[in-house]
């Protein structure tokens, strides 16, 4: 149920591994087709999402956050089609307990979020990735069974410790490349030679090939790392004068930078 980014990713992933997408729903007809069209084996679009309930024996709910509550509300008016099926989200902040109305239906709940971008369905990219798995009893085996034959490695995540480790899954995964457009865009705003701002890509390419060789800490470089405040002063400056809220954010992060480097040093 859901055809956007993620239930693309995860259809194509075990249609790959063999395992039947029986059928697709989406609140946008045209997103449920194309992603049909992308499997190897045929699946139904079927124009109400409760219409799965008939061709799946597990339910992926691929929606938005927001919207899975509502979803799990109405869904939970299909009583009589429900047991023995798995409920499964794979929103990251939310446990199972979201999908609780489905619970009095007979059906049983888990959730699995994939710790991996998936913003396009690119050859394997579940592989070798962990997954936060919290699940029912009776879902928990078949959960983790379709985890593992899609490439994932399921990590059982206590409730309530999903928000704090979504925020890390924004941390690492958004906030890069929030600062990789925003460089990219001062420095186009500035007049910096074209070849200079396509660098800034592979510059942090090669950061994180470092933080991967070396550790996170030990791979900082920079004004923050050699507390050089000269330059951290002349550079917030000159950022202010073109974009304030980029200013802010490299004072923030500089400042992130040293106490990172000085635990690292610490611990070493």
Known sequence: MGAG???????????????????????????????????????????????????????????????????????????????????????????RSVLAPLRATGADLAACHPLAALARPAPDPLRGAAAAVDADPGARRRVRALALRIGLRPVTLAPDRRVVYHATCVLAGNLPLLLLAAAERIGGDAGLPAALVAGLRPLLEGALANATALGTAAALTGPAVRRDRGALTAHAAALQRIDPAVARAYRAVSALAGSARSAGAASA
Do not use: K, N
Not at 76 to 95: K, Q, S, T
């Open 5 to 95: 980014r993620a239930g693309t990713v995860l259809a194509m992933a075990f249609d790959r591994a063999g395992i039947e997408v029986a059928a697709v729903a989406s609140r946008r007809p045209d997103e449920a087709a194309r992603l049909a069209g992308r499997l190897g084996r045929p699946a139904e679009v079927v124009a109400r999402a409760e219409d799965v309930l008939d061709r799946a024996e597990v339910v992926w709910l691929t929606v938005p956050d927001d919207q899975l509550a509502p979803l799990a509300s109405g869904l939970a008016a299909e009583r009589g089609r429900w047991p023995g099926r798995v409920a499964v989200h794979c929103a990251g902040r939310f446990d």
